[in-house]
């Protein structure tokens, strides 16, 4: 504890009184691992001092005045004339006081520490949280404008949009069937979607393998109930924003607008990533609602059903109860709309 092998054991004499109006006593003190100690004539213990707590009251002058602490409340007093004495403690409390974590320094450390961790709390919330604030003030014509930029893109791939006037009509009137009166507008493509995906401004993008070698519009509206619960899963705005980053972001909430280079990058991801996959028991559920058999969507997935099997069996529109989605007619416009 002392740090000062010399001084392991050293003892000289002294003055002592356990308070200010106590005689002072003639005394011996000693140094030891730890402590200070102090005896009377008779080797009699009365006192035992820590070293680390150890006070100088007199700091300079001679005869060294010492406490057992700072306190002010402390009334033991220790007074020595011993150089040798003197010179060993205030080496002692000098190593001592080096050994002790200085406050500038733990100040230092603390701060450099909290500054640190609200940077990485910063760097880590101030984009999810910026990309969320943004997607809450776009208003929908923005949304609107992004999606046709976005579908423009994809067309460029895929190919023009089927357009047949009968066709359009069944196939909105298909996802108004699937999707409710507010169903978002389908566009229909004969390649490069594998079976349907989304954009901003509410457009679904389906695929005509669905319906062009079917024999029920059941599969496309089982895809177009796909897309739809991925987008009440996940804001389209906010997934284009997240792909395209923070300088992105911070453009779109100043200026409404997002650069061509930005959504190219966005259209080739949105071609070339499989779509995020949906639980069985969230799909279930949304067939339910619709009243749409969940079976050859099932299929059109898997044609073997085997990993689709759970869509299979908990099918909620059992085959002698279900009803066609669209009148035959309809149906039959839609198979032929992107080949006229």
Not at 83 to 98: L, Q
Not at 163 to 183: F, I, K, Y
Not at 219 to 236: K, M, Q, T, V, Y
Not at 270 to 289: G, H, K, R, V, W
């Amino acid at each position: 504890m002392t740090a000062l092998k010399e001084y392991d054991r050293l003892e000289a004499p002294g003055l002592w009184r356990p308070d200010p109006a106590a005689q002072r006593v003639d005394v011996v003190v000693s140094i030891g691992d730890a402590t200070l100690t102090v005896t009377d004539m008779a080797d009699r213990a009365l006192s035992h001092w820590s070293l680390a707590a150890l006070h100088r009251i007199n700091p300079g002058k001679r005869p060294a005045l010492y406490a057992p602490s700072d306190a002010p409340s402390e009334d033991e007093q220790l007074e020595l004339a011993d150089d040798d004495m003197i010179a060993a403690i205030e080496r002692i409390r000098k190593a001592i006081a080096r050994r002790r974590p200085r406050s500038g320094r733990v100040r230092f450390v603390l701060t450099a520490a909290v500054t640190v961790g609200l940077v990485t709390a910063a760097v880590a919330w101030l984009p999810g949280a910026l990309t969320r604030q943004t997607v809450t003030l776009l208003p929908d014509v923005t949304r609107t404008d992004v999606g046709e930029r976005l579908l423009s893109r994809i067309l460029r791939v895929t190919g023009p949009a089927c357009d047949s006037a009968a066709g359009q009509a069944a196939l909105t009137r298909l996802a108004r069937r699937v999707m409710g009166p507010e169903a978002p507008r389908v566009v229909m493509v004969t390649g490069g979607v594998e079976r349907a995906t989304h954009l901003p401004g509410r457009i679904i993008v389906l695929n005509d393998a669905l319906i062009e070698s079917a024999e029920e519009p059941d599969a496309a509206a089982g895809a177009l109930l796909a897309e739809a619960l991925r987008i009440r899963r996940s804001d389209p705005m906010q997934d284009l924003l997240e792909h395209a980053g923070l300088v992105a972001t911070v453009r779109m909430l100043t200026t409404g607008a997002l650069s061509d280079p930005v959504l190219d990058a966005y259209a080739q991801d949105i071609l070339t990533t499989a779509p995020a996959p949906l639980p069985d028991d969230a799909l279930i559920a949304a067939f339910a609602e619709a009243g749409v058999r969940s079976t050859p969507y099932a299929y059109a997935l898997d044609p073997t059903g085997e990993s689709t099997l759970g869509l299979i069996e908990a099918d909620p529109v059992a085959v002698d109860a279900a009803e066609p989605l669209i009148p035959d007619n309809a149906w039959i416009s839609l198979q032929s709309m992107c080949s006229e």
